[in-house]
């Protein structure tokens, strides 16, 4: 059996993302494959002589301190000429410490290893040294696999990096990135990574354009779609009562958004294009506010939202928009499956896997005409110029007006979502890894 080393750098405990999806879809996948699934954490705490005490501040969310030793090694790295890399521990996962409350958001995994503060430490050795901090591992792995354009690799073993978009490139002014820094990693991974994984042909494009990365050298797996069935198949009536519970909105009688409130997630545009369609229809949002999001949200004043804690039960007094700021993914999957459509007009998107999830669950999509959403969605969704509010708005109007369109694009779309099933997934992994072990 060989090992493949995944690092945990999105798989954080406190919550989740779309790389953190695909980071914990690829190692239930690598595992489906017959391979070992080392993952590597960088969290701060881990690292006793005691295993007990290494895998209770594993998963002690509030574990702040900082060992003296540490402390002086990031003192000396600034005065030494090249990065000094790290040593990962392993932390052993028995069962002793009570952990099914991170049942749903820990990977799959054989070997986990914590080489504390790696992630942030590669990064400011990269802005000071321009290179690639090496980790050691008890356990060297047969290959790692970086789900994320991390400046970290494994010595005398191939590399490989997913690169999911190039967003801060394409869209600069919807990320706080340091624009010169990340090109500068990309051509450093270039230079020195065995090969690169990508999420759709659009993005493939982007690499080769813009950062100048051979196309031979990048392969596209696309991404899956798998729901488990427990959440999938659960009664209707069960949804709209958890619907109600959450949101105090009825099955199939409201619009949904849900994603990290931040620019390319356009919803700007698109509440402006909601509330001037003047629908009855309320449209929920499910998401955290990210940065510049007071801006995305300027439109939501307290004459047209209303919030999770704060349900007015009159219909008259009604508002337009509710937002929570976090559903568990049983809960969202039950939003995504009663709602009437799902909003997604995102400027960018390296895949788009919540349209696809929508489109899985039979729910209809309108989404963006633009970036990787074309591809994955096919003809299964109602297309828009993201950048026209009109657009958005007609669309709205016309899915909302349409029950027969609506019943059509359900249809579509779980055909549409059967091409990206985690057994055509699971192929193009094992083609690509078969290369390298």
């Known amino acids: 059996m060989k090992t493949v080393l995944i690092d945990g750098y999105n798989l954080g405990l406190e919550k989740g993302t779309g790389v953190a999806t695909y980071a914990r879809n690829l190692s239930y996948e690598l595992d489906r494959l017959g391979h070992g699934v080392a993952v590597l954490y960088g969290n701060r705490g881990g690292t006793s002589r005691n295993p007990l005490l290494r895998e209770v501040s594993f998963f002690d969310s509030s574990y702040t301190e900082r060992i003296k030793l540490l402390e002086m090694l990031d003192k000396v790295q600034r005065y030494v000429p090249k990065p000094l890399g790290q040593s990962a521990v392993e932390v052993p996962v028995t069962g002793k410490v009570v952990s099914r409350t991170f049942d749903a958001r820990l990977p799959k995994f054989n070997r986990m290893y914590n080489a504390p503060d790696a992630f942030s430490r590669s990064q400011a050795a990269f802005q000071l040294w321009g290179g690639l901090s090496p980790i050691k591992l008890p356990e060297k792995p047969d290959l790692a696999h970086w789900t994320y354009p991390l400046p970290m690799r494994i010595k005398r073993v191939p590399n490989i990096y997913t690169l999911h978009d190039v967003v801060p490139l394409r869209l600069p002014y919807t990320t706080?990135?340091?624009?010169?820094?990340?090109l500068s990693l990309l051509k450093t991974l270039d230079r020195k990574a065995d090969h690169f994984v990508t999420v759709s042909e659009c993005s493939k494009r982007d690499l080769v354009e813009i950062v100048g990365i051979a196309p031979e050298r990048i392969t596209n797996t696309y991404q899956s779609v798998d729901i488990p069935a427990k959440y999938r198949d659960k009664p209707e009536e069960q949804v709209a009562r958890e619907v109600e519970g959450a949101?105090?909105?009825?099955?199939?009688?409201?619009?949904?958004?849900?994603g990290s409130v931040e620019p390319k997630k356009n919803i700007g545009r698109m509440i402006e294009a909601y509330l001037a369609s003047k629908v009855d229809t309320p449209l929920v949002m499910v998401g955290a506010q990210a940065w510049k999001s007071d801006e995305?949200?300027?439109l939501l004043t307290s004459a047209n939202i209303r919030f999770q804690r704060l349900v007015d039960r009159d219909i008259h007094t009604l508002k337009r928009v509710i937002q929570l700021s976090y559903a568990p993914f049983s809960l969202l999957v039950s939003l995504i499956r009663g709602a009437r459509a799902a909003l997604f007009p995102s400027l960018y998107e390296g895949f788009g896997l919540p349209a696809l999830e929508a489109m899985s669950l039979g729910t209809p999509v309108i989404c963006s005409n633009t970036s990787s959403l074309p591809e994955v969605a096919g003809d299964a969704a109602l297309m828009v110029d993201p950048y026209d509010t009109a657009a958005i708005s007609e669309a709205i109007r016309?899915?909302?007006a349409d029950a027969d369109l609506r019943a059509d694009l359900s249809r579509r779309g779980?055909?549409?979502?059967?091409?990206?099933?985690?057994?055509?997934?699971?192929?193009?992994?094992?083609?690509?890894?078969d290369r390298f072990l």
């Open 176 to 182: 706080l990135d340091n624009k010169k820094r990340y």
């Open 247 to 258: 949101a105090g909105v009825g099955f199939k009688e409201y619009f949904l958004f849900w």
């Open 296 to 298: 995305e949200l300027r």
């Open 398 to 400: 016309r899915i909302d």
């Open 414 to 433: 779980v055909v549409q979502s059967a091409r990206y099933t985690p057994e055509i997934y699971r192929e193009k992994l094992k083609a690509l890894y």
